[in-house]
């Protein structure tokens, strides 16, 4: 028999269970929502192309945050979903699933309108080559005045003056009066980040700006990048192969097979001893919002882990093993 005591202990932890359950919804309900701060978010993003009926999934749950006056480096291999990515960032594609802000635009829900004023005051963008960038009948201040026009609001002398600014700021204040023929791939390039700076855009997205320049010219078109970051505070989004480039930034993140794989932060130190500063860069695995690790494939070969492996959780660390019994399930039937 169940004395009153009994039940009342009971009823009152019942009490306590449903007061606390209570309590973690309402806490999961208040929490920021991811990427609430930062000015790109990416919360599993997925792309999926048709191709004579075959699908093509370009991006498979990726995620990504980039701070507001960051600038960071993309690298990975061809097909890795890199370019795919900068598409949807730049507002000329729509991912499948998922979702996608910067700066407070939701990419997925804009309509023709609102994409349209999204790609000409939110985000500028530089493309590979240079002849992409320019139209090739206007001088390049002309090149750099047109997207304000475009824009409209302010006058003809305010236009022609943030042109200069910026035609100063990036060192080729004496390319204004030239067409694009009339000048190198290296100052073709910045003129075309001037005109992508033109509306003063959030972010500025470029995709393998340096790819068709010589190392030394390609110096000079990231010192660009790099002075429109500090002076402008511009957050900047570059997808490279150039590994110069990517050194030279302070975060860059590895895409593969439509995933962001790992992340190399840089920071720079300080010898106590001698005051020589020295670059510090370290390569993190990136863990997703399902809580998938992507592990270096040359670790993985070299360990030969294949289809499953063994996992342990310590006091401060979890250990990841190779299956070493390599057992395969058998088929049906079998």
Known sequence: MTSSTETAGTARAAETTLAELEQRAAARRDRPSYGHDALIACDRVVRI???DGVEVQALQGLDLLVTEGELMALVGASGSGKSTLMNILAGL???????????????????????LRYRRDVVGFVWQQTARNLLPYLTAIQNITLPMQLRGGGSKRERAAR????????????????????LSGGQQQRVAIAVALANNP???LADEPTGELDSATGEQVFAAFRRANEELGTSIVIVT??????????RT????????????????????????????????????R????????DYTQALGMEHRVLLELEQDHIGVWPDAHGETPEKPGA
Not at 163 to 181: H, N
Not at 255 to 268: N, Y
């Open 49 to 51: 192309f048709t191709t």
């Open 253 to 288: 993140v590895a895409i593969r097979d439509g995933r962001t794989s790992s992340e190399v932060l840089r920071r720079t130190e300080v010898d106590a001893a001698t005051g020589q500063e020295s670059q510090v860069a370290r390569e993190y695995a990136m863990l997703d």
């Open 93 to 115: 594609d729509v991912p499948t699933a998922g979702s996608a802000k910067v700066a407070g635009c939701d990419l997925l829900s804009m309509g023709p309108k609102e994409r």
């Open 202 to 204: 959030s972010v500025l």
């Open 163 to 182: 042109a200069e600014s910026l035609l100063t700021m990036l060192d080729i204040a004496d390319c204004r009066d030239r067409r694009p023929q009339q």
């Open 241 to 250: 192969h150039d590994q110069a480039v990517a050194n030279e930034v302070r």
């Open 290 to 297: 399902a809580g998938r690790l992507q592990l270096p494939a």
